[in-house]
């Protein structure tokens, strides 16, 4: 599975992003998807993820209600809406696929897009 992300930019605290995961390669349906998160200086973070049919969906505390998970696998695209953006967001966000269920751990993701910048100022 190739896996390229997209979406990422530069907004104000309260501002709206959409991200982007667009994929080739393997039974796309198959796969679990997650994203993760990285900030400077700390570790790759957890931050949504989303079963093979759309099911199995879960946060991480801190997006709850402000960051949406979707897929649609007609296109091969997993999508994160985030909105109500707060400084603390900004991260290099990564999008990841696994076969099987979902999971929180970035070591169970075998398959990795490049990475897109979001920047939240205050």
């Known amino acids: 599975v190739q896996l390229q992300a997209f979406g990422g930019g530069s907004v104000q605290a309260g501002g709206s992003l959409r991200l982007s995961c667009a994929a080739s390669?393997?039974?796309?349906?198959?796969?679990?998807m997650g994203w993760f998160r990285q900030a400077p200086g700390k570790e790759r973070e957890f931050v949504s993820g989303?079963?093979?049919?759309?099911?199995?969906?879960s946060y991480t505390d801190s997006v709850k209600g402000r960051f949406t998970i979707s897929r649609d696998n007609a296109k091969n695209t997993v999508y994160l809406q985030m909105n109500s953006l707060k400084p603390e967001d900004t991260a290099v966000y990564f999008c990841?696929?696994?076969?099987?269920?979902?999971?929180?751990?970035?070591?169970?993701?075998?398959?990795w897009g490049q990475g897109t910048q979001v920047t939240v100022s205050s």
């Open positions: 989303i079963g093979g049919t759309g099911n199995g969906i």
């Open positions: 990841a696929a696994r076969y099987g269920l979902t999971s929180r751990s970035a070591m169970a993701y075998a398959y």
């Open positions: 390669g393997r039974v796309f349906s198959n796969h679990a």
